[in-house]
C-alpha cells in the first residue's frame, strides 16, 4: 500500500511542478510581492502594516489559484483523458488513488508558498522606502535578484544540454535557494555586516527574524492544505472550469462565513466594550492567578447593579459576574470554561471574573480562582451579559464551508498581538479534520464515477 501511493505521490508531484502555469502562477507572485513595495508607500499610516498585510494576502490568494489549476490539471484531465484506467485497472483501490494524488498536490502547493513566503520575507526585510533619505537594503536585492537570475539559467541550460523540463528544473533550483536567501538576509545586515547571535537577536539568532510572521504564514499554509482537499473533491465529478469556479465560491464563502452565518448563529447579550485597560495587579502578564486585576473604562454607561437585581438576581451589593469575549457574538469567550455564577451552596463565585468598585464607566476587573484564562483584557473586547444561545440552524451552515478566516493572522502581527501556540494548535486540528473530511467526500463521489 505504501508502494503504491509513494508511487502516486511522486508521479502527481512531478505533473504538477512540470505545468507552465505553476511557474507562471509563482512569478507572477514573486513580481506582486516586489511590486507591494512601491503600492504600501502610499498609506497615511504605518506603510510596513499595510506591506504585511498585500504580503499575506498575495500568498494566500496565489497559492489558492495554484492548487485550483494543479489539482484540476492532474485530476480531472486524467479523467477526461482516460490515463486513470492505467491505474485503477490495477490492484489500486480509489481511496489510495485520491491519497496519493492528494499528497502530490499538497506537495507542489507547498513548495510553491514556500518560495513565495521567502519572497514576502525578503520585502519585509527590506521595508517601505517611506522618504528619500531611506537607502536600497542591499543584501535583499543581491540574494533576491541571484537567486532568480541563477535559477532561471540552470533551468534553461538543463533544458538545453540534457532535455529537462524547464518548469520543474527551475523549481527544483528555486526552491532551496529562495531557503538560502532568506538565510542570508538573517545573518548579513543591511550594512553588509554579519549578525547572527549578537545582542539584541530574536531567540539569540537574528534581529531579522519575525517568528510572529513565520507563525502567521504556517496557519495559511494549512488554509491552502484544506483548498487542496477541496480541489481534489471538486475534480473527482466537475470539469476544470467548474471546479475553479467551485473552489473560487468555497473560497469566498469561507471568509465571509463569520458575517454571513456566524454573527447569526449566536445571539449574545452585549452590555458594553472596553475602552481602555489600565493594569492593576498581574505580575504574570497572564490574568491567571486569583486576585489580579486591571482597571477597565467602559465606552458607555451601564446600571450593573439593575443588572444584577433583574437578571442575575443577586444582591447588589455581591460582586458582579460577568463574561468577557472577544467580539460581539460571544463564541469567542475568554473564560468560556469558568461558571461564573455564584456557588448555590456558599453563595460566592469560585472561579471567573467578577466587577468590584463600580463607578459610572469605571470599574475594576478582577480574576477569581486559580485557572488560568486564555488572555488578559484588552481595549475592545465585550462584556457579555451571559453565555450567548445557540441557533442549530445557522450554526448548521456556518460549519459547512471552512472558516478561512481563522487561518488569516494578519491583524494579530500588524497589531502586535501574540499569536498563542494553543490556537495554532487548535487550528491545525481543524485543517486537518477538515482535509480529512473533504478527502472522505473525494472518495465517496469517485467511487462510483465511470472512468472508462
Known sequence: MIQQISAIFKNTFLESIRQPIYLIMVGIGVIALVLNLNMASFTMDDDNKFLIDMGMATIFLCGLLIAAFVATSVLTQEIENRTVLTVVSKPVGRPLFILGKYLGVSAAVLIAVTILACAFLLTVRHGVMQTARDNVDAPVVVFGVATIIISFCAGMAANFLYGWVFTSTTVGVLFPLSMLSYAGVLAISKKWTFQLFVDGSVFGISPDLRPQILLAIYALGLAILVMCAIAIAASTRLGQVMTLFTCVIIFVLGLLSDHLFGQRAFEADVLC????????????????????????????????????????????????????????????????????????????????????????????????????????????????????????????????????????????????????????????????????????????????????
Not at 302 to 310: A, I, N, P, S, T
Open 273 to 452: 466594550r472596553i475602552s481602555d485597560v489600565r493594569e492593576g495587579r498581574d505580575l504574570d502578564q497572564d490574568f491567571s492567578d486569583d486576585g489580579d486585576w486591571y482597571e477597565v473604562i467602559l465606552d458607555k454607561m451601564v446600571d450593573l447593579r439593575k443588572y444584577q437585581q433583574e437578571v442575575l438576581k443577586i444582591d447588589e451589593n455581591d460582586p458582579t459576574p460577568i463574561y468577557l469575549s472577544a467580539d460581539a457574538l460571544g463564541h469567542s469567550m475568554l473564560g468560556s470554561e469558568f461558571d461564573t455564577k455564584p456557588n448555590p451552596r456558599t453563595g460566592m463565585i469560585e472561579n471567573g471574573v467578577i466587577f468590584r468598585n463600580i463607578d459610572g464607566q469605571r470599574a475594576e476587573m478582577v480574576k477569581v480562582g486559580n485557572l488560568p484564562m486564555i488572555r488578559r483584557p484588552y481595549p475592545g473586547d465585550y462584556i457579555q451579559g451571559g453565555r450567548p444561545k445557540t441557533r442549530m440552524g445557522w450554526r448548521f451552515l456556518w460549519g459547512i464551508p471552512p472558516n478561512l478566516q481563522s487561518f488569516v493572522l494578519t491583524d494579530a502581527i500588524t497589531q502586535r498581538h501574540i499569536i498563542p501556540l494553543s490556537f495554532l494548535v487548535l487550528t491545525t486540528f481543524y485543517a486537518g479534520l477538515y482535509v480529512l473530511t473533504a478527502l472522505g467526500l473525494a472518495v465517496i463521489l469517485f467511487q462510483k464515477r465511470e472512468v472508462g
